[in-house]
């Protein structure tokens, strides 16, 4: 038979803090904003069309060990595709005379 561990229970108030620990949500919550903050940019370089191939290993990197500071230089310097068909069905806008 396993032995039978017991929490030591400290009064603080009216509020008892188990001795071994736990979460409450809101930290849970904040673990989860932390993670997502630094998973949303590794995830848009490697899903994004704007970089292929070795390019894409590169801003991958870069976005790694950098994070925003490449992120932000990443949305900058790609350019997002263009749907072709989109400007095909467009049609020129004629120049404007001032």
Not at 7 to 35: D, H, N, P, R
Not at 45 to 69: M, P, T, Y
Not at 82 to 91: E, G, L, T, V, W
């Amino acid at each position: 038979m396993l032995p039978v561990v017991r929490q030591k229970t400290i009064m603080l108030g009216k509020e008892a803090v188990m001795g071994f620990g736990g979460i409450s949500i809101w930290q849970l919550i904040i673990l989860l904003m932390i993670v997502l903050f630094f998973v949303v940019p590794v995830v848009h370089v490697l899903v994004s069309s704007r970089s292929h191939g070795g390019a894409k290993v590169g801003w991958f990197l870069g976005v790694f060990f950098f994070s925003w500071l490449v992120y932000a230089v990443f949305l900058i310097v790609t350019q997002p595709v263009k749907d072709a068909q989109k400007s095909a069905d467009k049609p020129a806008s004629p120049p404007m005379i001032f």
